[in-house]
């Protein structure tokens, strides 16, 4: 008998995941331009360490910050591989990060003074281009770092799991640090942006290791599912 061959929605996103996956990126959309439109005329902190200002600025780090994205992509859908009860509390933990983010930039706003780019570099003209993107000579949202915090959840989310390559565990880690060193050397965040984006992953995950923590999500996603796609 001929195995049939599996499409990638089939073999690598499971119909059951989409939902999910889908609400944590229009969470993250309402999360950052939400608190960022909420707290336009308040007053913002800087959490400018001397640290901070002794690491080097080093545009090409740009690259590493934008295929960030891809990375989160591709890691999230393999977040699907390790089964239902795993993936749950994936993305319980993603969602209970997101809140609380959203807490802390509307209870304590931040920003930082970025460097002027004197440069014409390929890389100098990128970082420029996120940086207008990001929020200009006025950026915000900076403390916890998502893009530290979801580069973080990334590898945290695949650790130890059977289902996935060890090649790409490993993989995931290294470009988890690349992610966050890159959030550091291009000036879009400082050092305890890092730390707490890194510390609410470590603390959320460990939370949901019980199932009956994110038993409720997944038994409301489940149902939405039902509803829905009809599965």
């Known amino acids: 008998m001929k195995k049939e061959k599996k499409g990638f929605p089939k073999k690598y996103l499971p119909k059951w995941a989409i939902l999910p996956l889908l609400s944590i990126v229009a969470v ?10 909420l707290t336009s005329n308040r007053c913002h902190f800087d959490f400018t360490f001397e640290f901070d200002r002794a690491v080097p600025l080093i545009p ?11 990375f989160w992509a591709v890691s999230y859908i393999l977040a699907a591989q390790r089964g239902k009860e795993t993936f749950y509390r994936f993305v319980a933990t993603d969602l209970t990060v997101h809140l609380a983010c959203f807490i802390l930039f509307l209870l304590v706003p931040t920003t930082n003074v970025r460097p002027e780019l004197a440069g014409s570099t390929i890389a100098e003209k990128m970082l420029q281009f996120i940086y207008n993107m990001d929020g200009g000579t006025s950026p915000s949202n900076l403390f916890p770092s998502i893009h530290c915090y979801v580069s973080w959840l990334c590898y ?4 130890g799991a059977k289902e996935i390559p060890k090649w790409y565990q490993n993989f995931s880690l290294v470009f988890a640090v690349l992610v966050i060193i890159s959030t550091q050397v291009l000036k879009q965040h400082y050092v305890v942006d890092a730390v707490a984006g890194i510390a609410l992953v470590e603390i959320a995950w460990r939370f949901y290791n019980k199932k009956s923590r994110y038993q409720r999500m997944q038994n409301f996603f489940e149902k939405l599912n039902g509803i829905i796609l009809k599965i």
């Open 156 to 159: 945290r989310g695949l650790n």
């Open 28 to 37: 993250n959309c309402m999360v950052y331009w939400g608190s960022a439109l």
């Open 60 to 70: 090409d780090f740009i690259w590493i910050y934008i295929l960030a994205f891809p």
